[in-house]
């Protein structure tokens, strides 16, 4: 009884083949690669392919900020309008304090300044709290308005 072996050999070739290796080959030194035109090509595609992404990452990025300013100033418009709220204060008293501006709030690399705003002629009595970012006046980051009924 013969038994029979077979090995397998998954080494992979080299890409030179020369007559030195081959003699029956009449091709002598035939060297296999990418050209140059090759690779410029798959460059384009590549960057084709790359740069959009980058701007994607780059917008994607800035909203993520913008997030964030735009919570830290909710937060502070919130806070201020909870301590209008939870002071023990009338109306008359409120109004006599008049329109606030405190003093700057270092958060998320940034000042930011919050004004308190009492609507004199309104009943009940209407506060708005602007916040601002870096900058006392321009646009507001946020705006909260509240009703004071005590």
């Known amino acids: 009884m013969h038994f029979r072996f077979w090995i397998l050999d998954f080494r992979l070739r080299p890409h030179r083949v020369s007559s030195i290796q081959n ?3 009449k091709i002598q030194n035939v060297q296999r690669g990418f050209t140059f035109v090759e690779i410029l090509i798959t460059l384009t595609v590549i960057a084709v392919a790359v740069v ?3 701007q994607l990452y780059a ?3 800035e909203q993520v900020a913008y997030t964030d300013d735009l919570r830290t100033a909710l937060d502070l418009a919130r806070e201020e309008i909870e301590k209008v709220k939870n002071v023990a204060l009338t109306e008359d008293q409120i109004k006599r304090l008049g329109n606030v501006i405190s003093p700057p709030i270092a958060l998320n690399k940034a000042l930011w300044y919050t004004v308190r705003m009492i609507n004199q002629t ?3 009595l209407e506060v708005q709290v602007l916040v601002y970012r870096n900058q006392l006046w321009g646009p507001p980051m946020t705006s909260l308005v509240t009703i004071i009924n005590k």
Do not use: E, F, G
Request: glycine fraction near 0%; proline fraction near 25%; charged fraction near 10%.
């Open 23 to 25: 003699p029956k080959s």
């Open 59 to 61: 917008t994607a990025t």
């Open 52 to 54: 959009p992404l980058m």
């Open 122 to 124: 309104a009943s009940p």
